[in-house]
Nanobody
Framework: QVQLVESGGGLVQPGGSLRLSCAAS????????IGWFRQTPGKEREGVSC????????NYADSVAGRFTISRDNAKNTVYLQIDSLKPEDTADYYCGAVHNARSRQDMCVGLRVVDTIVWGKGTPVTVSS
């Protein structure tokens, strides 16, 4: 299965920007949809964005739409999450997850839901504080 490694998190002031990266290893990256999720202590992991593997179609949670931009570079086996206009409530550990079957893609990329078939990275922390 594909392996994912997130990077790019850090401490940023409100209104600042970050670009998170999700680097994949192994074969078959082009056949995986990639989602970004975030989680804070005591809360469930929530989906914030997803990008399809077929046509690059993207989806965003209402809470981040207009501020977050997901993109994909298949040549580099990497998915990015550009985060602008950061808010303190964006503080969380950010994870990328991969799925390849149609049902899981529907759940993750359309519903932005956590499902058992998602292959996860280890996460990268984002802290937004003045």
């Amino acid at each position: 299965q594909v392996q994912l490694v997130e990077s790019g998190g850090g401490l940023v002031q409100p209104g600042g920007s970050l670009r998170l990266s999700c680097a994949a290893s192994g074969f078959g990256f082009d056949y995986y949809a990639i989602g970004w999720f975030r989680q804070t202590p005591g809360k469930e992991r929530e989906g914030v964005s997803c990008i399809d593997n077929n046509n690059g179609e993207t989806n965003y949670a209402d809470s981040v739409a207009g501020r977050f931009t997901i993109s994909r570079d298949n040549a580099k086996n990497t998915v990015y999450l550009q985060i602008d206009s950061l808010k303190p409530e964006d503080t969380a550990d950010y994870y990328c997850g991969a799925v390849h079957n149609a049902r899981s893609r529907q759940d993750m990329c359309v519903g932005l839901r956590v499902v058992d078939t998602i292959v996860w990275g280890k996460g990268t922390p984002v802290t937004v504080s003045s």
